[in-house]
């Protein structure tokens, strides 16, 4: 996973007109970035939020966050690239909110909430035929303009933002669970998350009636036969396991506004 520093992010954000902060449908807040979104201000850059996998969200919370996202004075539309859901009517978006045409648009956001397939879908059917605006000054190998149409050019390198945060931050911002420190804390969060979000899920996803988090470890990791050297069970590797389900879409869950206390 290439991380851009906020450095890079700098360089291609004063290329542009738009920037295009993507989030995850399923924890828009976490997934956001402030820090980028005062970038962007401070340059003077229009922002607009897309809210992708919008597939996995019901229709009335996606509308929520729009609504939410309006109140910060953000202008927001959700998408689903993976679905194609609202892609034709982000591209119309981007365009009605560009200073001026063309749009220039970077799209940046945490690992995996969907950039490289925003672009894919961006570019469409004209994929084949975008090449790099030539003359355009100053651009590197990393982020290279590509013409979309007349009225819309992006960079075709996503900004990745560093991942920061709490634990529990950097995991829903799709840090690598191998590389937590403390897998169980976050995995014990995400559970709390899931179980309110949806009481079903736990049982559907693993088939544990359980619903104290610690012991739902437990027994994921007896189910998978999963020890320590001592022969207790794993916590850690059910953790992990966890913490990759989210991200591989395995344990379905989302959070409201209302679950954060928004509105
Ligand atoms: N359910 C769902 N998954 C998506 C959507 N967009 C992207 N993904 C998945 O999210 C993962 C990360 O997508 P990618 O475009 O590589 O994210 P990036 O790291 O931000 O460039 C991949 O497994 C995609 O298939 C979407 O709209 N809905
Ligand atoms: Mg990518």
């Given at each position: 996973m290439k991380v851009a520093s906020w450095r890079e992010i700098a360089k291609a954000m004063d290329r542009v007109n738009v920037v295009?902060?993507?989030?995850?449908?399923?924890?828009?807040?976490?997934?956001?970035?402030?820090?980028?979104?005062?970038?962007?201000?401070k340059r003077g850059k229009n922002i607009i939020v897309a809210i992708n996998k919008s597939d996995l969200v019901p229709r009335e919370i996606l509308e929520?966050?729009?609504?939410?996202?309006?109140?910060?004075?953000?202008?927001?539309?959700y998408v689903s690239?993976?679905?194609?859901?609202?892609?034709?009517?982000?591209?119309?978006?981007i365009k009605?909110?560009?200073?001026?045409?063309?749009?220039?648009?970077?799209i940046a956001g945490f690992p995996k909430v969907g950039k490289s397939s925003i672009i894919n879908v961006l570019k469409g059917r004209s994929s084949a035929s975008t090449s790099p605006v030539p003359g355009n000054p100053g651009y590197t190998r990393h982020f290279q303009l590509y013409r979309i149409d007349r009225n819309l050019y992006i960079l075709d390198s996503p900004g990745i933002l560093p991942v920061e945060g709490g634990p529990l931050e950097m995991a829903?911002?799709?840090?690598p669970p191998e590389e937590l420190k403390n897998p169980v804390e976050v995995a014990v969060s995400l559970l709390e998350r899931a179980l309110r979000s949806n009481p079903g899920i736990v049982k559907r996803t693993y088939g544990i009636e359980e619903t104290d988090p610690i012991?739902?470890?437990?027994?994921?990791?007896?189910?998978?036969?999963?020890?320590?050297?001592?022969?207790?069970?794993?916590?850690?590797?059910?953790?992990?396991?966890?913490?990759?389900?989210?991200?591989?879409?395995?344990?379905?869950f989302y959070v409201t506004p209302k679950d954060l206390g928004l509105i």
């Open positions: 295009l902060e993507v989030v995850d449908s399923r924890d828009p807040w976490t997934t956001r970035s402030r820090k980028l979104e005062e970038m962007a201000k929520q966050w729009v609504r939410i996202f309006d109140e910060e004075d953000l202008k927001a539309a690239a993976r679905e194609r859901l609202g892609t034709m009517r982000l591209r119309r978006f009605r909110e560009a200073p001026e045409l063309p749009a220039k648009v970077l829903i911002r799709g840090y012991e739902i470890l437990e027994q994921l990791a007896e189910k998978r036969g999963w020890r320590f050297k001592d022969g207790e069970p794993n916590v850690e590797e059910a953790a992990r396991q966890v913490i990759r389900d989210y991200h591989r879409y395995k344990l379905i």
